[in-house]
C-alpha cells in the first residue's frame, strides 16, 4: 500500500511467509520503528485484518517526529496516491476491494477507523530511547540507511533486545546486516526478512 516499489514483494512474503507463523500466537504484537507518515503501519493493519489476526494483534507506531506521527495517526491519504496505493495492494497478495477500506472526498482518502483500533502511535527515538515492549515483528524499512554503522549497530542490538524468540525483522531492500553476528538468520533474504536466532 505504499509507494515505495519495493514494498508489495515485502507485504506479499509478510503475508504468506509470516503470518502464517504468527496465527499459532495467542496475540500478536507487531513494532514499526521509524514509521513515517503510517502508511506501512495501514498496510500491516489491513494484512492482519485479512488473515483474521486482527483482533489479536496489537501495532505500536513510532517516530522520532511528532508532526508525521500526527499525520499518521489521522489516517488520511492525499487522493492522489490512491491509484497506486490500490495497485500496491493487489500485488501484496490483497484479498478485497481496496475500496472497502477508505471513504474519500475530492481531495482525500480516510481509512476506515476500526482498522487503526489497536494501534498505538507514540513518540519514540530509535538511537537513544529504550525497548518497550516484547515484539514478534518489528519493521523497519528504510531507516537504517541513514545512520552510520556504529549507529546501526546499536539500533540492531535494540530490536534484538525487542524481538521475542524467533522473532522477525523486516528491513527495508537497500538495507541489511551481518548475520555472522549471530544475532539474526536470513529468512527471506530477497526481501530483507530475517529471523532471531534462539539464544
Excluded at 3 to 32: M, N, T
Aim: glycine share 6%; hydrophobic share 35%; proline share 3%.
Amino acid at each position: 500500500m505504499t509507494l515505495r516499489p519495493d514494498s508489495p514483494s515485502f507485504f506479499k512474503a509478510f503475508r504468506h511467509e509470516i503470518v502464517p507463523i504468527l496465527k499459532k500466537l495467542p496475540e500478536v504484537r507487531i513494532w514499526h520503528a521509524g514509521c513515517s507518515t503510517g502508511e506501512e503501519v495501514y498496510s500491516t493493519a489491513i494484512i492482519m485484518e485479512e488473515e483474521g489476526l486482527g483482533d489479536r494483534t496489537k501495532i505500536y507506531a513510532t517516530d522520532m517526529n511528532e508532526k508525521v506521527l500526527s499525520h499518521a495517526e489521522q489516517g488520511i491519504i492525499p487522493l492522489q496516491k490512491m491509484q497506486t496505493y490500490t495497485k500496491n495492494y493487489m500485488l501484496a497478495g490483497g484479498k478485497r476491494s481496496f475500496s472497502e477500506y477508505y471513504t474519500a472526498d475530492c481531495e482525500s482518502a480516510y481509512l476506515n477507523p476500526n482498522l487503526l483500533e489497536n494501534a498505538v502511535f507514540a513518540q519514540h527515538n530509535l538511537v537513544t530511547d529504550c525497548s518497550f515492549n516484547e515484539f514478534h515483528v518489528i519493521i523497519c524499512r528504510n531507516v537504517l540507511i541513514y545512520f552510520n554503522i556504529d549507529l546501526q549497530v546499536r539500533v540492531l542490538e535494540l530490536f534484538n533486545e525487542s524481538l521475542s524468540s524467533d522473532g522477525f525483522l523486516g528491513l527495508g531492500s537497500k538495507e541489511s546486516i551481518r548475520t555472522e553476528s549471530g544475532i539474526f538468520e536470513d529468512f527471506n533474504l530477497k526481501e530483507k526478512l530475517f529471523r532471531k536466532k534462539r539464544s
